[in-house]
């Protein structure tokens, strides 16, 4: 099962880690494959996104008052209706931005805008122990260990602690939706809630 | 004798003690404030009962747990929940690892409710390696919970009697909370808050991955007791012996999260016999972080030289002469035997010789 590396600096296959056992298998095996998806073969824009945190922060800050102001609008539309063409966006967007596998239930405000779905083992609550020395991953050797960013965007953020919360585990049953659409709407039945208490 | 024995079954949970989350000689011993020693089983490759008992015999009297592994570095064995059912049947107090790697939460919470009923009292909760790091690296990664979320999942159903779905449980599983703790992987200034994260989780006692370099660890524990972690839980030092300076090399640049600095590499390197050499660094390492406050143990991971546990665990002198529990006979046993004695009054009595008398004998 060892890799066979040359003396000195291990040879790095772009994106595949354990080539050797890999091959041994004897599959065709091209280089840049893993069992978790690659869109991209830089992460130029996941990088600047990390490096962008506080800004992200403050735009999505502002996005996120802009589509609960707009609540009224996608309630008159129909939530149903308008979560194809939204989703659509979001995915893009997100996508481009952030390498976004629309989990449906976003974390980057609590992970340093760093998409933790990129991680290969999806861990949402912190880094595992196998991070390299070099600060990349354990399964993808060439990838910046998306945790070990996470935790650098945090500290850019003004509420870069939410990085200390437990998250739940992901609910695989909300995969492929707007996570916006479902943060606004949660956000206006708190609100309403909220207003009926007061007339109460 | 161990304190810790159930008098009427060896394979028995011990008796609930006030302030306990299980029944288990590990807890009580990390409780009582002693420091603990625990060591990892070797998997077999083999579905032979007798391979387990032997590999666990090795530890006896030695250790107050045994890590059962669940496949680590994603190679195949014998799986953690059946080694620990073998053990738990001779009286061991077996530490069960779940990884996240291989099975979903549902398969998860019905593995500890299974291992429970078994009478396991310690569960270890991990991430798991990633698949690439096995002999079979075709296989899905699962990945459905995080260690931190199977730390609440787990925690969830002892505390609250839950299923994560919210079914009720009719007994909940008592059992001792375990994670694993990296200090030495980036991002290192994280990795303390990470620990105080799985201790919010549910967290009781954690084991560290092997610790080579004894600077950065007290680093890490500094900023752990500012933080107050130690007292939150108890914190066990992962160590081990290196058989050489090749391995150590192979592991450094093989095995995902194990930081081996160059001075290790040295020492082995020139030193007459490696493997005498290893030990010694084993035991020096474990004479160094006893020291530091807020280290509650060690856990010995003697790859393929379980032999050597019980001489690294002597002579680094941590049990201070005490003697963690060991297979042998009850002390009701005992009772049973001696009053067996008395009720015979010394005499033997030979079946042959007594049908042999009465067969000659005349009516």
């Not at chain 1, 931005?97 to 912190?126: E, I, V, Y």
Request: aromatic content about 8%.
């Amino acid at each position: 099962m060892a890799d066979a590396k040359p003396p000195g600096e291990p040879k790095i296959m772009k994106g595949n880690a354990a080539p050797a056992a890999k091959a041994a298998t004897g599959a065709f095996t091209p280089s840049g494959v893993s069992p978790s998806r690659r869109s991209r073969h830089k992460y130029t824009v996941r990088l600047w996104a990390v490096r962008n945190s506080r800004f992200l922060e403050w735009f999505y800050n502002r996005f996120a008052d802009l589509f609960l102001l707009l609540h009224p609008l996608w309630n008159a539309i129909g939530y149903g209706r308008v979560e194809r063409p939204v989703t659509f966006v979001e995915r893009h967007v997100k996508g481009f931005l952030f390498d976004c596998r629309m989990c449906g239930q976003c974390a980057l405000s609590s992970t340093g805008m760093s998409c933790p779905m990129n991680c290969p083992k999806q861990l949402r609550n912190g880094p595992c122990g196998g991070v390299r020395a070099n600060g990349n991953c354990e399964v993808e050797p060439d990838m910046p260990c998306v945790w070990v960013q996470a935790w650098k965007g945090s500290q850019n953020m003004e509420k870069g602690n939410a990085i200390m919360n437990v998250q739940k585990p992901v609910n695989q049953s909300l995969r492929e939706t707007s996570s916006w659409l479902r943060v606004t709407a949660e956000a206006a039945a708190r609100r309403e809630a909220a207003s009926k208490e007061g007339q109460a | 004798m161990s304190p810790d024995i159930n008098p009427f079954d060896p394979g028995a949970p011990l008796e609930p003690l006030p302030g306990h989350s299980s029944r288990g000689r590990l807890e009580r011993v990390l409780r009582r404030g002693e420091f603990a020693v625990t060591a990892e089983l070797n998997p077999p490759d083999s579905a032979n009962p007798q391979d387990v008992y032997e590999r666990a015999a090795i530890f006896d009297g030695w250790v107050d747990g045994i890590n059962a592994v669940d496949a680590s570095g994603a190679n195949c064995h014998m799986s953690s929940v059946g080694i620990c059912a073998l053990l738990t049947r001779m009286g061991y107090a077996p530490i069960m690892q779940i990884a996240c790697r291989d099975k979903n939460r549902i398969a998860i919470q019905g593995d500890v409710l299974g291992a429970s009923a078994m009478g396991v009292q310690n569960i270890m909760c991990l991430t798991g390696d990633g698949v690439q790091a096995g002999d079979q690296p075709g296989a899905k990664p699962v990945f459905d919970l995080d260690c931190m979320s199977l730390l609440e999942t787990v925690r969830i159903m002892r505390d609250n009697s839950k299923f994560l779905s919210g079914r009720k449980l009719t007994t909940p599983p008592q059992v001792f909370l375990g994670a694993a703790i990296n200090p030495f992987a980036p991002p290192y200034d994280f990795r303390p808050y990470r620990l105080a994260k799985k201790i919010e989780a549910g967290a009781q006692f954690v084991q560290s991955q092997y610790c080579f370099d004894v600077p950065m660890f007290r680093e890490y524990m500094k900023k752990v007791r500012d933080l107050g972690l130690h007292e939150k839980c108890y914190i066990l030092v992962g160590v081990g012996p290196m058989a050489s300076a090749k391995t150590a090399r192979w592991i450094r640049s093989n095995v995902p999260g194990i930081h081996i600095p160059d001075s290790v590499i040295t020492r082995l390197e020139g030193a007459q016999d490696q493997k005498k050499e290893g030990k010694q660094l084993c035991i020096d390492i474990i004479n160094e972080v006893k020291e530091i406050e807020g280290v509650s143990g060690i856990h010995v991971m003697a790859y393929r030289q379980e032999e050597y546990v019980a001489e690294i665990v002597h002579e680094s002198g941590v049990l201070k002469g005490r003697r963690p529990w060991k297979h042998e006979t009850l002390p009701a046993d005992a009772v049973v035997a001696e009053r067996l004695e008395h009720i015979r009054e010394g005499k033997e009595e030979n079946q042959q010789q007594m049908a042999e008398a009465a067969a000659h004998h005349q009516h």
